[in-house]
């Protein structure tokens, strides 16, 4: 018989590192609270039969993000076999108070106290014997990162299982709310099934409404146990769910004293000494923008540069389409498959490829200052100011993620409390310009302004202007209306992250990119390939000489007039923004394909000189914008679907995305050749007008309900 | 009573009080920001605060340390 064991614990205390020592998978642990947004199941080693979930953070059983909802629901309705809590030994009388929560739940339960190895380096000691007598469960000692203890607590807490015996939890609490709680699970004998009267007793003290629901208690029932509530409360003079907390952290305080000793007391740590100077008022956002500053310079203009410019003229260019082509002659290919692996695959999935090692070095940074504690600081530090265009500093950290791969940072959205704070930031988090845009930035750059210093951070510039223009603007529609829920973040102490977790983020978001170059952008080249070369020429079908000729060309010629008023009205321009919706990175194969067939064998095998021929720079600038802020590739699109669990919503994020990208190019193209001294027409006209409502929808005063609104409607929303 | 906005960094206090809506409370009451614990102010920003509460820190926004009152 399989056995279930579910890891529990605060956020950041160690769950994914544990998870990872305990089934040898490979995990990115972060160090930020929030990093595990879904529960992970996988084997223990050595034991087939047995599964660990890793489940997301929790601070208590009562949910207040949607993340911690997962583990809630997880731990009452599956009932895994035994919990292994997890808990921080730096933080140990914290930490328990979850612990007090689940030894309630009357399933086998282990306590692990993680990070010994800090606390012994501190000089505390924490009494282990004496801590399992008071929770009247094992408690063992881990090192989650050094793997000490890790296979004795998952060795306790499978026998456990395989005992079966429920736990009984040890804490009681003050005279008065005892009888309470005895009253309440006498009221509901018979109810609610054995081993977990005592959980429901405290949940229905506290009238917890999703308990309430469930058991569907009898309406004189209810009435009879709210008397005992009221009587305690007025007892005590304070509300049920506080007298609970209360009594819980009195509980603890008192073992506490008895289980552990504590040296370093009152002083700063070297983490608070940083956190000291990093979000000082003055310095915060001048080290945050050079920070930034440097990881986007490296990665993009310097390392990233060089690296992906070998690829794509040396590799892609001088070695790989000759080496192959003196192949194809040799063995006496058929010319159309010569065309197709040339023209069609080797321009087309190469193009891709060769701005792997780019998003490989920015991904490599994005994990350092996610692992390394600094991610948090970020939120607090943004917090301010995004608060002003009605989004909450935790929306920065699903951007940054972003930056990498829009798809985690949609789903790292889930951090946010707030439903509507939530919504927008699934909306303008993919404005920012993840790692599959960074091959369209670059292509512009290089093709169209010569390799310009500025046009990837404008490129940013553009995105970050994008969601702070949009998040003023949803905020004053009706929609969106209502302030943002405060902010309260835990933040961890910084450390140093492992080489190997850092490699290993990197490593697994870079494969993705590899994968997908190998099957949808493959295909996808193919397609284009076939589509382009071959066509209806004479009434007859068959390859042409010309690819304007083509199918592709006789369909993008009849998209390519919806967006001639951007600059960029060609059928090449707009069949790329099309195939860019299965993955931003077709934009560059799709060019690869289309204008580097003539090229390819040629030295130096760019197709920039053709690109550049048929666009002006204003045009591939309005073509660049277009791309980064339009709906976002199929893969983020589902993620927008899964994470709003609403069709309605997702066609109002993809509707609003690129109806925002169709405006912004516009007004950007329109404008710019009026004083450019392009002439003077319809569209100027229409970007005039377009640019008027903008500012008339940003500068318009906030909806009524955004005026400080009656207490209980604004609860009924929340 | 004076609200944590006011508190001196490095100096330990009490909390005596915590208004806000309820979810928001009871979030603050799992962090371990309860009535009587104690907590020093680490860091501040423009009235926002990072605090430390038995043994972690925790950053909370203007608003939210206005309605902690020490």
């Known amino acids: ?718 | 009573m004076v609200p944590l906005t006011m508190a001196k960094p490095g100096e330990e206090a009490t909390i005596k009080r915590i208004g806000g809506k309820t979810e928001i409370r009871q979030f603050l009451e799992s962090l371990g920001f309860v009535t009587g614990s104690a907590v020093t102010v680490i860091a501040e920003n423009g009235g926002s605060v990072i605090v430390s509460v038995k043994d972690s820190r925790v950053a909370v926004s203007r608003e939210m340390a206005n309605k902690i009152l020490i």
């Open chain 1, 1 to 718: 018989m399989s056995i279930k064991i579910a890891l529990a614990g605060n956020p950041n205390s160690g769950k994914t590192t544990l998870f990872n020592a305990l089934t040898g998978s490979n995990q990115f642990v972060g160090n930020w609270p929030g990093v595990t947004v879904e529960k992970k199941e996988g084997r223990l080693k050595n034991h087939r039969d047995v599964m660990i979930a890793d489940l997301p953070g929790i601070y208590s059983l009562s949910p207040y993000t949607l993340e911690e909802v997962v583990a809630r629901n997880y731990l009452t309705t599956e009932k895994p076999d035994a919990i292994l809590n997890i808990v921080d030994g730096t933080n140990l009388e914290r930490n328990l108070y979850l612990t007090t929560q689940l030894t309630e739940l009357g399933i086998p339960m282990v306590v692990a106290v993680n990070m010994m190895d800090v606390v012994q380096k501190s000089g505390d000691k924490i009494f282990i014997d004496r801590l399992s007598k008071e929770l009247g469960c094992p408690v063992v000692e881990i090192s989650a990162l050094k793997g000490t203890g890790v296979a004795e607590a998952a060795e306790q807490a499978v026998r456990l299982a395989r005992a079966g015996v429920p736990m009984v939890p040890q804490h009681s609490f003050s005279g008065s709310v005892e009888h309470a709680i005895a009253h309440i699970e006498e009221a509901a004998h018979g109810k609610v099934e054995g081993g977990r009267q005592r959980w429901f007793a405290v949940k229905l003290f506290e009238r917890d409404a999703k308990v309430r629901e469930q058991l569907g208690l009898p309406e004189p029932l209810l009435a009879h146990i709210e008397e005992d509530i009221q009587s305690c409360e007025a007892e005590m003079d304070d509300d049920a769910e506080s007298i609970i907390t209360n009594e819980r952290y009195l509980y603890i305080a008192s073992i506490i004293r008895d289980c552990c000793s504590k040296k370093s007391q009152g002083k700063l740590s070297l983490s608070d000494r940083i956190d000291r100077v990093v979000t000082n008022r003055f310095l915060a956002l001048p080290i945050f923008a050079a920070v930034m500053f440097v990881v986007y310079y490296v990665s993009v203009s310097t390392v990233g540069a060089w690296v992906t410019d070998w690829t794509n003229d040396v590799l892609f260019g001088e070695i790989i389409p000759p080496a192959i082509e003196s192949f194809l002659v040799s063995v006496g290919t058929a010319g159309w498959l010569q065309s197709l692996i040339l023209d069609g695959i080797v321009a087309g999935v190469g193009a891709v490829l060769g701005f792997v090692p780019m998003m490989l070095v920015l991904f490599a940074f994005l994990a350092f200052l996610e692992a390394c504690g600094y991610m948090a600081r970020i939120a607090f530090i943004m917090d301010r100011i995004f608060r002003k265009f009605g989004l909450s500093g935790k929306s920065f950290i699903p951007m940054l993620i972003g930056t990498g791969c829009g798809v985690p940072g949609i789903m790292a959205s889930r951090t946010i409390e707030n439903d509507r704070d939530r919504k927008m930031t699934i909306i303008t988090t993919t404005f920012i310009p993840c790692g599959a845009k960074l091959p369209i930035i670059a292509l512009i750059a290089g093709a169209l302004f010569g390799g310009a210093w500025w046009v990837a951070p404008s490129a940013y510039f553009v995105g970050i202007a994008a969601i702070v223009t949009s998040g003023i603007l949803l905020k004053k529609t009706r929609l969106f209306a209502g302030d943002p829920a405060p902010f309260v973040m835990e933040l961890p102490a910084y450390h140093w992250p492992t080489v190997s977790n850092v490699l290993r983020s990197m490593w697994e978001r870079g494969w993705s990119f590899i994968r997908k170059a190998g099957t949808i952008i493959l295909l996808s080249t193919v397609f284009i390939w076939f589509t382009s070369n071959f066509g209806v020429v004479d009434g007859r079908l068959g390859m042409v000489e010309d690819l304007g000729d083509g199918f592709l060309s006789v369909i993008g010629s009849a998209i390519a007039p919806l967006f001639a008023p951007l600059g960029w009205g060609s059928w090449q321009a707009s069949v790329a923004a099309i195939t860019g919706l299965v993955a931003k990175e077709n934009v560059v194969g799709t060019f690869g394909v289309l204008y580097g067939f003539t090229q390819v064998a040629e030295d130096g095998a760019e197709y920039w000189g053709t690109l550049a021929a048929s666009f002006t720079p204003l045009a591939a600038y309005s073509f660049l914008v277009f791309n980064l802020l339009c709906a976002p590739c199929f893969a983020a699109i589902g993620a927008i679907r899964r994470e709003m669990n609403s069709a309605g919503w997702t066609f109002i994020a993809i509707g609003y995305q690129t109806a925002f990208a169709y405006a912004v190019s516009l007004c950007i193209y329109q404008l710019g050749s009026l004083f450019t001294g392009g002439g003077f027409g319809i569209g100027t006209v229409a970007a005039i007008l377009l640019a008027a409502v903008f500012l008339y929808l940003l500068l318009r005063p906030y909806q009524e309900e955004s005026v400080p609104a009656p207490r209980s409607s604004v609860r009924a929303r929340a």
